[in-house]
């Protein structure tokens, strides 16, 4: 599935541009990521024996970095803010899954991925939302990531109640 573009907007302070990814994808990037990273970290000491789960944790504190922003829980989802400075690339990509966030800081060229590692920044949400509700709107320097809760069936809002 191809991510569709954010309105979010262009300018001195924010991305130039932000897409909402497929989740699935995502996570083969990410478990990609980590695999790689891991084959390096394993090469450059010489990759003996035994030290896989080793070379894995340390490729996940290299790829996968603390989410810094904020989160607002509503009765009817989640509100995610991130500031423009915490990312280094003008270009970011979101992915919503029911129980997790995860913002992928795109490379420009080719070289700039050699430099360093792509840096995922995950955020795990204690209780479910509905990803295709994602939206985000740019408030200056802040990008909101809006998430609504999954839709509820009539049997659910009857049971909820206490009604058959």
Request: with cysteine; hydrophobic share 35%.
């Given at each position: 599935?191809?991510?569709?573009?954010?309105?979010?907007?262009?300018?001195?302070?924010g991305f130039a541009k932000v897409t909402?990814?497929?989740?699935?994808?995502?996570?083969?990037?990410?478990?990609?990521?980590?695999?790689?990273?891991?084959?390096?970290?394993?090469?450059?000491?010489?990759?003996?024996?035994?030290?896989?789960?080793?070379?894995?944790?340390?490729?996940?504190?290299?790829?996968?970095?603390?989410?810094?922003?904020?989160?607002?829980?509503?009765?009817?989802?989640?509100?995610?803010?991130?500031?423009?400075?915490?990312?280094?690339?003008?270009?970011?990509?979101?992915?919503?899954?029911?129980?997790?966030?995860?913002?992928?800081?795109?490379?420009?060229?080719?070289?700039?991925?050699?430099?360093?590692?792509?840096?995922?920044?995950?955020l795990p949400l204690h209780r479910e939302?509905d990803p295709s509700s994602l939206a985000?709107?740019?408030?200056?320097?802040?990008?909101?990531?809006?998430?609504?809760?999954?839709?509820?069936?009539?049997?659910?809002?009857?049971?909820?109640?206490?009604?058959?």
């Amino acid at each position: 599935m191809e991510g569709r573009a954010a309105n979010a907007g262009t300018g001195g302070v924010g991305f130039a541009k932000v897409t909402v990814g497929d989740a699935a994808q995502c996570e083969q990037r990410l478990s990609a990521a980590i695999a790689r990273r891991a084959e390096e970290i394993a090469r450059h000491r010489g990759a003996s024996a035994g030290d896989a789960a080793e070379d894995r944790r340390l490729a996940e504190k290299d790829i996968v970095r603390p989410f810094c922003g904020g989160i607002l829980e509503s009765k009817e989802g989640f509100t995610v803010s991130l500031c423009r400075s915490s990312f280094a690339p003008e270009e970011i990509e979101v992915c919503a899954e029911p129980r997790r966030l995860i913002v992928i800081e795109m490379k420009k060229t080719p070289a700039e991925a050699s430099e360093r590692p792509t840096v995922f920044r995950v955020l795990p949400l204690h209780r479910e939302c509905d990803p295709s509700s994602l939206a985000i709107h740019r408030r200056g320097s802040i990008f909101e990531l809006e998430l609504h809760n999954p839709p509820v069936s009539k049997e659910q809002r009857y049971a909820a109640r206490g009604k058959p």
